[in-house]
């Protein structure tokens, strides 16, 4: 129902940098606060989240573009005093189409108040989703509840988790007016006034992605949305009302121990797995036993003449993956492009000859491969330089080392090619992101054998136009250049991406380009009439050409009638256009133009899709011609060697427009996006199509960096199964596949040092305070009791979780009142490496809060101090989640067969050599407790 709503504002702004402080209140006078930024209204109670955020969109009628986003936009804050002396904040916004008022009231110590009233200030026409607060599940699960409704009193019981995800079922009370809990905060009363239909309903188990960041009921007006007209303003008033329970206690208990400690060796090994190599081969066979590899290895190349590149990618890959040098390298020049690599204990010569089946699939294919071992060492045979350095990847990942920290590999022999010739991945540069890029290139692109990136380079710094960057975040040229000389090095092909027309803020930042733009009130497009336009975006081409050399420049051309008037009316270059057929006469008109002067240039031209295809021709949200005739006008004067990025984002699994384009005779790709689901289906239906490619697509801010990553990782993880799909005839789902993507991708962005450590475990049990099986109080089954005690391996680790009762960090009414406020444990200033913990925050919390504090307090009296934050290294135990740094390492199958588990999470100790006297462990937020299952000290 909101999937519309999701896919425009990803789409118009998630690259949109929002979150600055807007209005925040915070004194101590109340335990009432407040933000109002860019992720909406967010309430908290004595710390605790009452609402996460709130959202409001004001969209043209059928999710079609949009007119308002509050998200988007800084509010004017001001403070005044009520009658009874309290604080009044009046926070307004408004642009030339819509004005949006909040007025927040702490009425008292229980209660606070917001009124929220939006008006159009034009006649066009619109319709809204005013979202009036993401609700805190964790506060709700499993208490009782009484509503007031328009058809009388209601009383129920909120489940632990809902039955469905359908959001009209799981709407607690339809037409509240009163909606009271009992709450583990106290009672908790919503009152809200208004003269449209309220919604509360339990979001916990739907699929969209805006439910999936934290646990919550949608509570607000407009799903679906609403018509909203400057004669039909909206107006609501919403009292939240909170009387808390003297019964309930939160924690006040600090507690020092000294543990027993218990050496062992090899606390760290590296966990034993199947044979796994991703993307999937074509064929693996074994053959009995194993070779024994050195730390350092002879390599022989036999390469074609000129190339470079294969001997420092193999030095490089098995160092970084397998702890193995190479000495320098035998070379020798082949007399095609066969590309032979041999690595051995033993020394090589250049004189080697090999018969092998040049007619086999592998060896006809220009990126296949055979990788060999034998008793003889590793042999890979391929048909290019390409091939061969895909071996290589494939190589890393059969080599593996014993609990000893030996070196072997499986004798085998692989025989490989890809499926998709095309596959690829799109993202934008940012000046503090270049390490983080370089790692993606090297690692996850080249790792999982992707062949070309679309680089996003419409935020970058330009010598032609410097004052468009923003000078603290935008790519340098210099760095620029680095990155697409990285690429080459790792075969893998860069195209440049400047969105135009349309998409075009870029052009118009700090107050550049007026003259050209399209409609001077929404700075979105630019004239494409206006003969400034092309002398501008043509002088860009020319130093991104010079930047990239490039066999093919995308050229945006989606979402141009998104936001603002395309054409404009008052435009004087095409005010005049306004037919039904304008805007898309206009785009197809300004792409022929730049795909001629590309050609000129030997440079072919890609393009998203999207303005080629109507509603009713491909019904889905990704086609956004205004009528069936601009969409076939668009396809019709479409260049044949204009290359079509056909994205789609949704996974019902439907998609003709592959087709439609092949059919035009336009080579295609298929572009997805994050959902497993997306990337799975409409992969496989580029195959069925006989489509080039694929695309997987990135959107998370114009500068991301390594912190963007973590916070986005999903986005990232999808890399992996845009590659598996591409290369491999893999046919299982996402949920079948024999590994998860996130450990995937972890292995290759951020390798481990597979040599076994030696540690002490911690015996926590004089710090076990909260019986296991009650601290939820949710029914039996719903608890951490099943874990094994004794001495027990997660993931390579050795743990001690001996204990009946658990550990918990926490100081407040969401941890257990037997909680620990503060645990100090004191060591025999022993040396450490990390600290490996199990661990899990006992409620699902919002990414980036810090769940707990973790100080390290040296023998020299100095301290230093690392923090578990949600997503990014820790968890909850109820949250399902990929994370950079930590793993799941535990689970449990609750009766209503939700899944329950332990994250590990690697602590570094960010000053190794000296000893340590004591490490505690202190609550870092307020929102919930946290779980300390075990500790292991590694060394």
Known sequence: MLFKRFMILFM???????????AQETTNDTPWEFTLNGKGLAIRYDGIPITWKSSLYVVKPGWTGLIYNQGSRPFQVTQTT???????YTAVDQDPNYRSTYTITKVDNETLRVQYDGVMLTDRPGEIECNL????????????YKAFTTKGYKTGHVPIFPKTNNQVENDLAQHFKTLTFDTRLGKLTLDIKTDRQVRFFDARLDPQEWAKPVPLFWCGIGVPARPISHDNPLNVVMTIKITPNKKNVAPTKELTITPALTKIKNARTFPEKQLLVVPQPKSIETAAGTISLNDKLNIAISQPQGETRLEPAAKRILKTYNTISLNPAVITNSSDNTTIIRISNDALS???????????????NEEGQQVTIDNSGITIIAPSAR????????????ITRDADGNAYAQKLTVKDFPTMKRRGAHWFPSLKGVPFHEKLIERVMAGNKMNYAVIQVDHATWNSFPDLADKKNAVLNEDLKGLVKLCRENFIEPIPLLNVPGHGQWMFQNGQNKDIVEDPTTPYAYCTKNPKSYEFIQTLMEEVIEVFQPKTFHLGHDEVTMR???????????GNETDEEAASRLVANHLTKLTDWLKDRNIKTMIWGDMMLHKGTDDNFEALARTAEAAKYMRDHLPKEVVVADWHYNDKGQYPSLKQFRDMGNKVIACTWFKPMNVYLFTNAAKEAGIDGIMQTTWCGYYPTEYTMERDFYQFTAFILAAEYSWSDRTEKPTELPYLAADIYNTVYSPRDLRPQDGLLVDLRKAQTVNKTKWTNFAPGWNVASLPGGENKLEGITFNTSGSKAVVIGNSLMSPKESLTKLTIKLDNVKAKQLAVLNGSLWALARDTTITKVIYNYADGSANSQSLITEVN???LMQTLEMRKAVKAWKHITPQKREMHLWLTEVTNPEPDKAISSITFVPGSRMSGWYLAALTILQ
Not at 12 to 21: D, F
Not at 82 to 88: D, L
Not at 564 to 574: I, L, V, Y
């Open 387 to 398: 091939g061969a350095f895909y071996g290589l990847h494939t190589l890393r990942q059969i």
């Open 82 to 88: 009520n009658e009874q002396g309290r604080p009044v």
């Open 12 to 22: 118009t702004l998630a690259l949109t940098i929002c979150g600055q402080l807007s």
């Open 350 to 364: 250049a004189d080697y000859t090999t018969d092998f089946d040049r007619n086999a699939h592998w060896f006809k």
């Open 564 to 574: 603002g008037q395309f054409p404009n009316p008052d435009c004087k270059f095409c």
């Open 874 to 876: 820790s968890g909850g």
């Open 133 to 144: 607060g993401y609700f805190n599940a964790n506060l709700f699960a499993n208490r009782p």
